[in-house]
Every structure is written in C-alpha cells, then in structure tokens.
C-alpha cells in the first residue's frame, strides 16, 4: 500500500508499506515530483521504533479515547482456528446483515484486509 502527504513546507513524501512489515519512505524534488531524493528501508522492527519515536503511543491513547463515543463502540476480536470465519472473508460471513455490526478490517499477520 502506498500512502503520499505534503509536508507543512509542500515537500511530498510517500510511505510504502509491504505485506511483510517492511517499509519504504521516499521524498520527493519539488521541482521535479517524479525524482526522489531519498529513500529509507525500514523493516518490522525498525518501523515500529520510528512510529514510537513520531508518537504511535499517544495515537493509540486517542483511539482508546475515540472507543469511549457515544454510539460508537469499537472492538478487537480473535478468530480461533475452530471458528468457521477462519478463513472466510468479511462478505461470506454476512455480518452486518446478520447482526447489524460493521467490520472494517481482519487483520492476518501483518496484513489487513478490508
């Protein structure tokens, strides 16, 4: 997945994260966007120091805060390997047809599906 913003200063930036956990940040010229002037390989490990070092702490604090809205209830739940939606997706289990709860993502390993 690739993920681009601008900087405050109008510096493009990409982040490029791979089913594996590594990552890749690139920057761009201003003046010629399709030249990249730097890119950092991060692994697993080394990404998840930088998101602590830029405050991934305090965003999961938030999000703790954001579960305790009015009407909104957010929760995390483990599928055992004896449950039926083991291996199925968000659809085949038909969900919120069934139970009117909406599921936004099933994390498997590293990666999330939508």
Known sequence: MRNEFASSTGQRVA???HRNGHREISV????DPDAC???LSLDADDAAA?????GAPQLA????TMQQLEGLAIEWLTVTEASPAV??????GQYRTRTGASIVA????PS???
């Open 15 to 17: 982040v490029i994260s």
């Open 112 to 114: 999330a599906f939508t």
């Open 37 to 39: 002037i730097n890119v």
């Open 50 to 54: 930088l998101g602590t070092v830029l």
């Open 106 to 109: 099933v994390v498997r390993g």
């Open 61 to 64: 604090a938030t999000f703790a």
């Open 87 to 92: 291996h199925a997706t968000i659809a085949d």
């Open 28 to 31: 761009f010229r201003r003046e």
